[in-house]
């Protein structure tokens, strides 16, 4: 059975910094894609950022660039969002989702399996 798990959310002030983890399980983590998404209080969910776990690249949304990075522990079968300068336009339920077809994509999508979501609250 496909899992994840997502941790890490918090308060912090604009400014500031966290650092998402997503702990996954139940499938090959080498062919699998990992995602991170958002829904902040009356929007869509979208898509933040990627990682294929075939080659390492990654795909960011235009409001995160150079702001958040996505990494993955291949031991730990664990993807991580670390999220610097945060913005009070980035409080959202933060989720994290596999693409069993490792497709670079940030788009919900296309992504099949869905962790639960962990708050991130950004105050100005």
């Known amino acids: 059975e496909v899992q994840l798990q997502a941790s890490g959310g918090g308060s912090v002030q604009a400014g500031g910094s966290l650092t998402l983890s997503c702990v996954t399980s139940g499938f090959t983590f080498a062919d699998y894609g990992i995602g991170w998404f958002r829904q902040g209080p009356g929007k869509e969910r979208e898509g933040v950022s990627s990682?294929?776990?075939?080659?390492?690249?990654?795909n960011h949304a235009e409001s995160v660039k150079g702001r958040f990075t996505i990494y993955q522990d291949n031991a730990k079968a664990t993807v991580y969002l670390q999220m610097n300068n945060l913005k009070p336009e980035d409080t959202a339920v933060y989720y994290c989702?596999?693409?069993?077809?490792?497709?670079?994509?940030?788009?919900?999508?296309?992504?099949?399996?869905w962790g639960q979501g962990t708050q991130v609250t950004v105050s100005s």
């Open positions: 990682i294929s776990g075939g080659d390492n690249s990654t």
């Open positions: 989702a596999a693409d069993p077809f490792d497709q670079g994509s940030i788009t919900v999508g296309k992504f099949d399996y």
